[in-house]
């Protein structure tokens, strides 16, 4: 599986981006995917994940109600629409699949198999 993230940029507090992550693969359906930010000093931390379909998402506490993930499984990409942005959002942000099919959802590093090269967010205040 190959993961190609896009969309980030440099953005005032308070306002909005979109990132993009393209899969390759014909079983993209099949994966359950999220997102993970990686801050200058700081350890990797769970962003959000979705479901194969769609329809169960889930958001860590920082940024519940700002963000929403999504997925088009008919282009093979996944979405992170982020509102609100604040400086503390600033990281690098990375697509990830896992294989894990007994629970939803993964919220750890290591649970995840396939990792994009990540694309950076700055906050601005």
């Known amino acids: 599986v190959q993961l190609q993230a896009s969309g980030g940029g440099l953005v005032q507090a308070g306002g909005s981006l979109r990132l993009s992550c393209a899969a390759s693969?014909?079983?993209?359906?099949?994966?359950?995917m999220g997102w993970f930010r990686q801050a200058p000093g700081k350890e990797r931390e769970f962003v959000s994940a979705?479901?194969?379909?769609?329809?169960?998402?889930y958001y860590a506490d920082s940024v519940k109600g700002r963000f929403t993930v999504s997925r088009d499984n008919a282009k093979n990409t996944v979405y992170l629409q982020m509102n609100s942005l604040k400086p503390e959002d600033t990281a690098v942000y990375y697509c990830?699949?896992?294989?894990?099919?007994?629970?939803?959802?993964?919220?750890?590093?290591?649970?995840?198999?396939?990792w994009g090269q990540g694309t950076q967010v700055t906050v601005s205040s």
């Open positions: 979705v479901s194969r379909g769609g329809g169960s998402t």
């Open positions: 990830v699949v896992t294989l894990v099919d007994s629970y939803f959802p993964v919220v750890t590093p290591g649970g995840y198999d396939y």
């Open positions: 693969g014909r079983t993209f359906s099949s994966y359950r």
